[in-house]
Structures are given as structure tokens and as C-alpha cells.
């Protein structure tokens, strides 16, 4: 296998959650049925049926019932399954019913039926227990085709694992009738209802901000939308976040909005050009303030079906995730942190040939060795090009065979400086990684996860049960960009720490944000600061970004019309979704999502639009070959 | 006055709700203070801030606070007004502390101000009972300035009446300040959160669905978005129409979502480029079905403030509609019914001469009558050109004068019997339309309602106090394009009724569509229908539209996969929480409206984009001129 291919394959595993404690939260979502409880009897209200095909029991018995849905199953032109969004029921056709037992075998799956009949006890030998409905069926009277199905389907409803995602996509409302896709769908509904019941419950207003906007300089790259007046454009918005500061200065003091936004990222995996996220800004708060709402919050939401505690949120500053887990969105499902060696190796000047040069090493226990070939491979393949940075892994039987093995790499004397300073346990692994401090520690964190990875494929299960929400604070403020400009991390409207400040001319490198990540094992999943509510401040802080401030004149103008401190965060939807049902994409969370292109498999969008239209918009298209002219 | 003018003047009076009925609901908002009532106590959870401004009262004497808030007055350089977006409460500053005495007029209004101190009574002169905490004041202890601002703003806050709409839409920031906009918003926060309880304590399924899609044939004109893909577009959806009925394919059987929708109808006032629809599906109903769904959920969410009741919902049929009130959106909170007299005129073959004749009359009784010369003017402002139908109006002492005033018109036979025929009361005022039976009735339609205004202006309340909800039904199936051809007046996805199928190909512009509008005093707040669920009559229906099923190919795909009779409705929330809060425009109910020529008036968006957007898109911009060539 080639390299590419095992990171592919290294990386998709990580994706794909299938590592176990990912499972385990999976199983725990049977208790999910709580957001399908159809036990307040409204379910059948508006409708035409009198239940649904999963409520009823053995104390129905003797009703006459009225159910709607789809022709699953049949056998021996007798036993019938019908379906709906909720369950299963099954049917019994009268033996002497001789019409309907040869209408039965001509009525092709997933065709829409009315029944009409009674509910009956199923015989003891016929009992299903796995079945909401398995003790009783449904004797049937009056039966009736109400809208045929195709007699051939693209793919089987039986068989969700076996159906292609494409397939799945491309029919997408076949794709739904799976019961993990009503599941996800309603757990989807049933967890923005939550939130949704926290936020109005502690005063949230809930205000539908513009997506037609203007283009935000700096960021992502947003969407255009051609507009009558000839040459000027909308742009979709990234986020609501220049709405929701002007909701603070507004006096909507705690605000929120489950927000669709928008990015074009051109054609990259697990991404949406269309996305979810819930937004919220506070004023008249602080860091803490933004933090324990969300873990309240988080709380409120998913202690039913995942017994979370918001006194279950670690925390670690950027620095400290780096330093521990070489990521700033670290896993701390299981441990194997990092450990620094930078003063031992320090001391061997040929090794410590860069003006960051740092050393650290993740030492493996005996309990997880792997073989050193495949070491050796995931080295390789954690191993990016143009890294100032070096890792390299041995085997340490004992103490002894350390200094023994690394004495040419270390010298002598660091070699057991090193053995000396660190607890070094018998039969372990070694992965040393030395050089520019940045690539150093990111290679160990990829490393940390991958092997952890490897683990788990090899049925070694070092992930513990169950979310682990992790915040990481003080990112931060500003980054070098590739052509050596200051850049955000996050965005321009970030506040500095106050104790920072001062760094503004000189270091402006060395400042902290006010600013904090969530992350859910090992994924961000939502991220806010503090804002600037300072005009001066903020102004200063778009120079020193060389962002043209005439851009942002209204930013900088409604902090001077009387703004109050204020901060917020916003959690992304999707990936948390995916998390909590452990679905392999974002997609499965999604009722209709594109495919990896951006295009949405039903109606094969984007099109081609009728030339009125861009006349109407004032414009013209290019092909391809122009554009690269 | 011009007739143009006067016109217009009428119009703007229905528009700007100044009616009593109206100008009664808003009264009644009073009762709007619960959906900002802070009784819980979460109002200041996660804040710094011990209370808001609206909360002290007698019984927190002697409390400690810590209030954060706008400086919105001082006076005397000791008594202030501290406002949030909750209230308004006091400060005393102590006639001792000369150095904040000194400060206090050198703050700007409107800056932020921080303040501790303690609560304690107000002398009894100073009890301001219109206040709710006017019976307290704070002794200030501390006072902070955290953020400043401008000397001078846009607007006065203390003035909402005074401040120009496009002023206040370009600092709207500023004008979310007021007390009015402060109450649009939090209502509309607390009735789109009612609807959502309402609707999810009856298992509908809150499904997001995808705003960038394809482009849908023959509709409103549609937003594009250029990709990366040469010549493709997305179109932005005008409605969820399609996804949702693919949900009901896909067993989401109960579905609904707060959808933002677009459509690019150019510069119309009262229009918005992007707006928010409640949208509702439900599978295995019908017209019944959908109908009560949506009177339950509105006194749901409108019997606490509004005294609704699902019971007052009145019906009527299109023709009826038509008949009565020569309109499909009938205002029916006052009587002014009209009648027919087809039958007597039609004897008079002078006037019966087109093929579709029709005569109809409204008659003002005594009490409401206004003077010939405006009824004149009426006449006027309602009459269009190209009209195929006239109308003449008389003030009626008695019936013989009636004979002697219209035999010269009507022939001395026809006089007599349209006299003897109808209760003609002495001393009314009588408008009578004939003509082509479409025009005369628009006519007299829009005669009454301006009739009111008029009255109303004159201060004679006609309109009946609160919400006066109605369905007009059984509305056609098709209509006539300007070109002859046949054309949907909803969509091509609705349901003909059942008895009229049989008319397809005779005589489709008798076929009743099984939808329904709901209009609430005079204004259209939602429609819907039952969907067509068998694939062939869909494929019909598109033919004799003239769509190529081409375009249309996933939804006849969709109904043939096994798809359930289903039926929805759509409720536009920005028009009814205008009405409902008696605004003059939507943009009061909307928290960044765009003006009405499509404008985002803080930012100027639509605005130039970069030269490499329009690389990346594939799209050059032509100006006016090479459009019109």
C-alpha cells in the first residue's frame, strides 16, 4: 500500500468514527426513541389514520384501527409488513379473502396502502420481541392500493449497508425510509428543539438575520448573487456575525439563531456549501459568561441520551493542547500525552540547528506496543514535506538499550540525561520528534491519533466511552500568513486579552485572544470570543490586519454609537450531529445535502439558466479555456 | 387632491393598518409584555449585571445591584436614566459626590455605562406610576464609563416618531434601541417559538432543507449563484415546495420549518429579496386535515394576547368569495356585502352586451353614506383602463327617485323590477357595476374596502375590533395566461378536486384546485393545498402547462417511488407579525430589512466584487448600456 494510500485510509478511519467509543454512543441511542415518543397521542391527530405502525399493543387488542403506510414485506400472500417513519406492523389476510391473496403478490414494495382492521393477538409461536408491534397483528378488512410504486427501485429499504451513498443521494427520499435516517433526521429536529428551549428559557431572542449581504474582506470565500443593478453583487454570508454585534448594540442583549451559512470551498469531503450553525452572542458578559452557558446548555440538551455534565468540560489553553497533545483540538478520550524534551536535546548543538527548536516524545507502554515495521509506517506517514522537523522511533526493551540505541543520534551523555530525566518503563515505544518546535508537535499529534487509530482497528479499544468536551482557550490573536502578513485566526472583530494590549506594536504575535474552542473528542465543534468593543481598538486592529477599514465603516461606527462589551460563540450543527449519531458523514445529519462536488444529486444543481436571466443580471459566462487565458 | 394622489393616499391608509381594528390589536399588545416577562430570573444568568433595568421594585429596597445599561438622559447632573432593552430605571447620584456630578455631563447619551449602588424608594412626589420600577431609584455608589459614545447620533432615541425610515434603516443598530423595535423583535422571537412548540408537541419533524438548488420553471424569478463550475448556476429557492414533498416520500410524515425563501420581484415596496415562510407538510391528510392543523395552531399561539379562537375561523369558497366581496382576500371584519342583480339587468340587451355580462351592486345604508361628490371621486380612483365594465353611482331618497334617477340607464321595466327585487332602503347610497363580470366585481371589491377607509379616515369605525381569520377555498385549478396559455395560480404540484378530474381535457379552467388561503383582515397570510400524488395526472398536469417534464423529471420520479397522499401550507410570518403588531411596513418586523430597492442600507450591498470572484465564477459583469443593445 502506498504511503498516500495508508494516510487516505488512516485519515478516513478517523472520519468515519468507527472507533469504539464512537460505537458505544451509537448503542447509547437507543434511549433516542425519547425524541420519537409518540405516547401524547397527537401523532395521529390531522391525519386520516387512527394509529401509527409502530404503537400498537397487545392492550389494543379488539380495535378497529385505521393505518396508513408502505407495503414492506410479504409472504405466503398473507403475512404483510407494513411501514411507516415510526415502525412496523404486520398484517393478516384472511385465508378465505381469496381476492385479496391474489392481489397481494401484484402489488409491488413500498406502494402506499389503507388498511382497514383489527387488532388481534399474534399466536405465541409468532411473537416478536424485537418488535414494538411484535405481539399483536393486524387482521385485515379492507385493504386498498393508493399509490403504486415502480416495481423495480433502485435500491432495496431492507438494506441500508448494502445501498451505494451515491445511489442513496441521488434518490434521496428512498434513502430517508431508512430507520437510520428517520432516526437521525428526528434526533436532528429533537436536539434544535432542545437548544431552542434552554436559550428562549434563559431569555434568548431568536432573530433571523440577512443572508444576502456584502462581501466580507479577508475570510473565507463566500458566494456571489448577481443582482439587477448591473456589475454589483450580494455575497451569502459565512456567518451572521457582523449582524449579531450590531444585534448587541441594538439592546438584544442575549441573542441566538440556528443560522444557515454559507462557503465556498470548492469541491472537499464532508463539506456543504450550505451549513447550520447555532449562533449566539451575549452582551454585557465575559469569557466565563460564554462557557458556562454553552456547558449549561450542552447539559440541558444531552443528558438524557448521553448522561452528559456540564461539569464534565476539561479545559486546556492553546499552548497547553499543543504542548500535551501536538493539536489544538485535541482528543482526550484517551491519554498518551507528549512530553518535552527540548533542554535535554538542547544540548546537543547539531540537533539543535533552528532558532524554535524544541524536542518531544510520546512513549508508548508496553500494553500498546505495535511492531516496529508498522512504526516505522506511521512515521512515514505522519511525515509531511517541507517540515523542519524529524521523528524517529525505537523499541526500548530497558533503560540500558535506550542509550544504547540513540547514543549515535544524541551523543552519550544527552542520551542518558534523557534516560535519566524521564520515567522511561521497560518494554516500551518511543516516538521522538526534534526540530522546528510548530512541526515537531504537530507531527507527534497527528502521530498520537493515527496510533490510536491503529489500536482500535486492531480491536484494542484506548478511546474512553462516552463525549469528551474539551474547551481551548487564548488562542492566539493574530498568525503570520504565508506571504508573512498578520492574519485572524479567527476573525478581525476578536477581542485581546486585556493584559496583552500593550503588545499591540511590538509583539502582536505574542498576544492572546479572548477566545475559546469546543471541541467533542478530538472535533471543534464550535468556537467564539469576546469582540472588540472599542472602535479605536478595533480600528487599530483592521490596520494592523491591512484591511481596508473603509470596508467595515459600519463596524467601526455602531461600536461608537454606544455598544456594550459582548461575546458569543457559535457550535457547527452538522459535525456535532454526526458526532452524537456516530454517522460516518455529515451527510447522514442532512436531509438533502450535495455530493463531495457541491452538486445536489436529485436535480443535478448547478445548471445551466436561461439567457434572459443573465440579462436580467448583467452578465455573461465564460468557459473554461477563457478563464485560464 | 389628484385622483393619483387621492389613490394613493387610500392605499397607503390600508397599508399603513391606521384602521381601528387594527390600531385596537396593537392596544392590546399590551398583553405583549409576556413574551418579555423575566419572572424566571435567567434574564441576568451568564451576564455581569445583577438585574436589568426593568425589574427593581419596592421590594428590592436595600439591595445591592449592579446594573449595566445606555445613559439615555440626565438631568441636573444628579438624576439619570439607565435603559436596556428590558425598561428604564433611575439613578440618584448623591449630592455630595462632586467628582461624578462634575462627570455626568460630559457623557454622551447613549454611552455604557456600568453602575452599583443600592435600591431604594423614590419620595412619594418622584413615584412615576407609567414606569415599571418607578417606585424605586438607585443610589449610585459607583459609576463607570465602559464604552462611549459619538456626541452626536443619527436620531434621538427618545424620538422613534420623529426619525425618517431610511435613517433609521441605515443606523439600524440605533433603532433597535426604541422601545417599538424592541417589542417586534422579542414578539417575533416568542411567537415562531410558540409555533414551534405547537407543532412539535403534535410530532412534526423540523427538517432544514437546502436553499441553493435548481432553478424551478415558470414562477417567480429566482436569485442565481455562479459556482466554479463554467455556466452553472444554483437558483435560491422560492419555497422548500419540492424538498418538502420529497420528505413526505421519504416518511416525514409530520414536517414544518421556519424556511427563509427568495425572490427577486425588483424594486416593490413591502417586498423583501429574502423572507421567511412557516412551512408545513403532512402526509395521509387532507384539505380538512391541514385546515384544522392550522386554526389549532393559531389560537395556540395567538389566544394569550389575541383572544383567538380555532372556532372563529369563517370559510368561503373562491366564487364565493368573488361574489360577495369582489375579491380573494376578502376583508370580512365589516359587512358592505355585494349583491347580484344579473338577472334584471341582463333583460336590458343595451347593456348586456358582452358574453360574460354580470351586474352587481353594494348598497351603503343611511347611516354610512358619504356625499356624491366623493362617491364620485371613488368611482374614479377604482376605475382601470381597458376595463370591460362600468360603474354608476346614485344617492337614493326614496324608490321612486331611484326609478327616475336610473330609467334613463336602466329602461323604465328594469328600474321598477331591480327596485321591487331588492330591499332598496330609503336615504343609501348605491354603487352598481356591470360589464364583464370579472371587472365589475374587482371593482366594486376594491370600492368597498376603500369605501371603509374613507369612513374610517372621517373617524366612522366600520372594521369590527381584533383578528378576523378566513379560508377561501376551491380556488381554480388553472387560470389564463396573458398569452392564452394555461397557467397555475398556486403551483403545478396541487391537488384538481377529485370530482373535477374528468374536466382535464374539456374544460380545465372549470376544475377546482383543492387549496386553500388564509387571509386575515384583508391581507393574504398563507396558502397551501393538496399535492398531486399520482405520477401520471402530475405528468398530465405539467403538459397542459407546458413544462417539460424534463426539468421536472425527480419529482414524477419521486411520487412513483411509493409516495403518500400529501398536503401542506405555507404561512408567511413577516406579513402576519406586521399585522399582528400593526406596523406600517414589514421592515418593522424584520430585524435588517433592505429598503425598498433591494438595498442593505448599513453595508450598500450589492456592491462590487473582485475581479478574481468573477475569474473563479466564470462570469463577466456588462453594463447597462450593452444590456439594453
Known amino acids: 500500500m502506498s504511503l498516500l494510500n495508508r494516510f487516505n485510509k488512516l485519515f478516513k478511519a478517523v472520519n468515519s468514527f468507527k472507533n469504539p467509543a464512537i460505537r458505544c454512543l451509537v448503542n447509547t441511542l437507543g434511549a433516542l426513541d425519547q425524541c420519537n415518543d409518540t405516547s401524547n397521542n397527537t401523532v395521529n391527530k390531522y391525519t386520516n389514520r387512527t394509529h401509527t405502525c409502530k404503537e400498537l399493543r397487545l392492550n389494543n387488542v379488539g380495535e378497529k384501527v385505521v393505518l396508513w403506510g408502505w407495503l414492506e414485506f410479504q409472504r405466503m400472500n398473507k403475512f404483510v409488513v407494513l411501514r411507516d417513519g415510526y415502525g412496523q406492523v404486520q398484517l393478516l389476510v384472511d385465508d378465505k379473502d381469496n381476492k385479496l391473496r391474489n392481489l397481494l403478490p401484484t402489488i409491488p414494495y413500498e406502494s402506499i396502502l389503507k388498511v ?44 441500508f449497508q448494502k445501498a451505494k451513498e451515491s445511489l442513496r443521494m441521488q434518490y434521496r427520499y428512498l434513502d430517508l425510509r431508512f430507520p437510520q435516517m428517520q432516526r437521525n433526521l428526528r434526533y436532528r429536529s429533537h436536539l434544535t428543539m432542545k437548544m431552542r428551549e434552554f436559550l428562549v428559557n434563559n431569555h434568548f431572542v431568536d432573530v433571523e438575520t440577512p443572508t444576502l449581504f456584502k462581501a466580507t474582506p479577508g475570510g473565507a ?82 443528558k438524557d441520551e448521553f448522561n452528559l455534565k456540564s461539569a464534565s468540560f476539561n479545559r486546556l489553553t492553546f499552548h497547553e493542547a499543543i504542548r500535551l497533545y501536538g493539536s489544538d483540538k485535541p482528543d482526550v478520550s484517551f491519554d498518551f500525552q507528549i512530553e518535552d524534551c527540548t533542554k535535554v536535546l538542547g544540548k546537543n548543538s547539531k540537533l539543535a540547528n533552528c532558532s524554535d527548536f524544541a524536542a518531544h516524545f510520546l512513549l508508548i507502554p508496553e500494553k500498546y506496543v505495535i511492531s516496529n515495521k508498522k512504526a516505522k509506517e506511521l512515521i512515514q506517514s505522519v511525515t509531511e514535506k517541507n517540515n523542519n522537523a524529524k521523528i524517529v522511533t525505537g523499541a526500548i526493551k530497558s533503560r540500558e538499550e535506550f542509550v544504547s540505541k540513540f547514543e549515535k543520534l544524541l551523543g552519550v551523555n544527552v542520551a542518558n540525561e534523557f534516560v535519566e530525566k524521564n520515567d522511561i518503563s521497560p518494554n516500551s515505544l518511543l516516538f521522538l520528534a526534534f526540530g522546528s518546535k510548530k512541526h515537531a508537535l504537530s507531527m507527534l499529534g497527528k502521530l498520537r491519533i493515527e496510533y490510536a487509530n491503529i489500536l482500535e482497528n486492531m480491536g484494542v479499544n484506548i478511546r474512553r466511552n462516552g463525549l469528551h468536551f474539551l474547551w481551548v482557550t487564548d488562542f492566539p490573536l493574530f498568525e503570520l500568513s504565508d506571504n508573512g502578513n498578520l492574519q485572524s485566526p479567527h476573525h478581525p472583530f476578536t477581542a485581546p486579552h486585556p493584559d496583552d494590549v500593550h503588545l499591540l506594536d511590538k509583539e502582536p504575535l505574542k498576544i492572546r485572544a479572548l477566545s475559546y474552542d469546543l471541541v467533542l473528542n478530538g472535533n471543534e465543534v464550535g468556537g467564539g470570543s469576546i469582540r472588540i468593543h472599542d472602535p479605536l481598538l478595533q480600528k487599530r486592529i483592521l490596520d494592523l490586519l491591512n484591511i481596508n477599514s473603509k470596508y467595515m465603516s459600519h463596524m467601526i461606527e455602531f461600536l461608537a454609537s454606544g455598544c456594550p462589551p459582548h461575546g458569543g460563540i457559535a457550535l457547527g450543527l452538522d459535525r456535532l450531529l454526526s458526532i452524537l449519531l456516530g454517522t460516518t458523514s455529515i451527510r447522514d445529519v442532512i436531509a438533502f445535502p450535495k455530493n463531495h462536488e457541491g452538486r445536489d444529486p436529485l436535480s443535478g444543481a448547478p445548471s445551466n439558466i436561461p439567457e434572459k436571466d443573465k440579462k436580467l443580471y448583467h452578465i455573461e459566462t465564460i468557459d473554461e479555456e477563457n478563464v485560464i487565458k
Open 116 to 159: 382497514e382492521g383489527t387488532v388481534s393477538p399474534r399466536p405465541k409461536e409468532m411473537i416478536n420481541k424485537n418488535q414494538s408491534t411484535g405481539e399483536i397483528e393486524i387482521l385485515v378488512e379492507n385493504l386498498q392500493v393508493i399509490n403504486k410504486a415502480k416495481e423495480i427501485l433502485p435500491f432495496n429499504i431492507r438494506e
Open 221 to 302: 470565500q463566500e458566494y456571489v448573487v448577481p443582482t439587477r443593478f448591473p456589475g454589483q453583487f450580494y455575497s451569502l454570508v459565512q456567518s451572521p456575525q457582523q449582524f449579531k454585534q450590531m444585534l448587541m448594540a441594538g439592546a438584544i442583549d442575549k441573542y441566538f439563531q440556528i443560522a444557515r451559512c454559507y462557503r465556498d470551498e470548492g469541491a472537499r469531503p464532508d463539506r456543504q456549501p450550505e451549513f447550520t450553525q447555532l449562533d449566539i452572542e451575549m452582551s454585557f458578559t465575559n469569557v466565563e459568561g460564554v462557557m458556562k452557558l454553552i456547558e449549561d446548555l450542552l447539559e440541558y440538551c444531552l
